[in-house]
């Protein structure tokens, strides 16, 4: 008979974690906050849409008990200085940053304006410099501190009709390297994940925040392009994405203890798509 409490998992890695994750209302974001839960930590969720993370609670069912949330708009200087404070107040602290908030936008060259381009940029890059920035000091003082940031596979491989995704997530994973080397000998860990062909709201559209909308490939795409990307890894029913847990999970590990000697790394989760 199991002796694990209801909602936990047999891995209680984060039992005594306080854990931030941005994106929580939807996709990886949110997978990410369920596994957390699952594993004993103690969790605020953040997200621009309320709606969004509602949903998760609703899905937390008893472990909800541990989650909080907070609507945090990551490209908003002041919205993060004041959603970071109110988590870490809440959490009493944090050990673990999570940051998953993200968006993906897909056009040709010629017809991207620059507003978008800076849209994705102000998302994707600025965000995280600006929830890593506030969460800081915080971590300093946190329990094997660990920062586990999104990069993507776009940052080392061509994905067509992506460039301004691309080079946020480019400099996302050159940020990270950073910050591992400059806050090694305080004990703050740094790594990133690289998902590639999950299914999450950025990618089908469904997400419930404007800070998670889909590709939106032109109309005239040459989906050819898109063979060098297909995960080699088989998916049941013939799918060509994976689950957003196959991607939490990973970000589990980096967070925890159990990554306390990895640092300024990334791991790629993309089925063999880029060997």
């Known amino acids: 008979m199991s002796t694990t409490p209801a909602g936990l998992s047999p891995l209680l890695r984060y039992a005594d974690r306080r854990v931030l994750i941005t994106g929580g209302g939807s996709g990886i974001g949110q997978a990410c906050v369920l596994r957390v839960l699952a594993e004993g930590g103690r969790v605020v969720a953040a997200d621009i849409s309320a ?39 809440t959490l009493g602290g944090l050990d673990t940053l999570v ?23 102000r998302i994707n890059l ?17 329990n094997g501190p660990s920062v586990v940031n999104f990069s993507s596979t776009s940052a080392h491989f061509a994905h067509p009709y992506m460039s301004a995704y691309a080079a946020s997530k480019g400099g996302v994973l050159s ?34 925040s404007k800070q998670s909308v889909g590709p939106g490939l032109p109309e005239d795409a040459d989906y050819a392009l898109f063979g060098k990307v297909a995960p080699m890894l088989p998916l049941d029913g013939g799918a060509i994405f994976a689950a957003p847990d196959a991607v939490a999970g ?24 880029h060997m």
């Not at 993200?102 to 994705?120: C, K, M, N, P, Y």
């Open 51 to 89: 709606d969004g993370l509602a949903d998760t609670v609703d899905r937390a069912g008893d472990a909800g008990a541990r989650l909080s949330t907070v609507v945090i708009d990551v490209g908003d200087e002041a919205s993060v200085r004041a959603g970071v404070a109110e988590a870490i107040s």
């Open 99 to 121: 940051n998953a908030a993200g968006i993906l936008r897909s056009a040709h060259l010629t017809e991207t304006s620059l507003a978008d381009f800076e849209q994705v940029l």
């Open 126 to 142: 600025t965000g995280t410099f600006l929830m890593t920035r506030e969460a800081i000091t915080a971590l300093r003082d946190g």
């Open 175 to 208: 940020m990270t390297h950073a910050w591992a080397l400059e806050f090694a000998k305080a004990g703050i860990r740094f790594n990133c994940v690289q998902p590639g062909s999950i299914s999450s709201g950025m990618t089908d559209g469904t997400g419930a």
């Open 250 to 273: 990973v970000v589990a590990m980096l967070g925890s203890n159990d990554a306390y000697f990895i640092t300024g790394t990334e791991v790629r989760i993309d089925g063999g798509s």
